[in-house]
């Protein structure tokens, strides 16, 4: 179960939940199938705990939302795409450690 504070984006809210957020944004691309998606998801829980409201973890199934997908380019997952003010900084496939990651969206 995913800590209460991430969004599941759909095409419906991706506009006001993740370009329109007035905080970094850490959108998880990410498959049910998905191996190393199932090892991440702990991991942005815990951050999801402690950035509190300085950031906003949210994640995209790529099964369900292949539109999203697309318009993103992901060929793999997990997939991570860093944003601010509505703009992508940074986008990073495969695994990414805890420290790494909250360090990424401190610096946006």
């Known amino acids: ?9 759909t095409t419906d ?3 006001t939940e993740a370009e329109g957020a007035s905080v970094p944004v850490v959108i998880d691309f990410w498959s049910e199938h998905c191996g190393p998606c199932k090892m991440l998801a702990p991991v942005l829980d ?7 409201d ?3 973890v949210t994640k995209v ?6 539109d999203l997908a697309m318009k993103f380019g992901i060929r793999a997952v997990p997939t991570l795409i860093f944003m601010k003010d509505g703009e992508i900084k940074e986008t ?5 450690g805890k420290e790494a990651i ?7």
Request: glycine share 4%; proline share 0%; charged share 25%.
């Open 1 to 9: 179960m995913a800590h209460e504070s991430i969004v599941e984006l």
């Open 13 to 15: 809210n991706f506009a």
């Open 46 to 52: 815990q951050i999801a705990e402690e950035i509190g």
């Open 54 to 56: 300085t950031a906003k």
């Open 61 to 66: 199934d790529v099964m369900a939302q292949r």
């Open 92 to 96: 990073k496939t495969g695994m990414m």
């Open 102 to 108: 909250i360090e990424k969206l401190q610096s946006l």
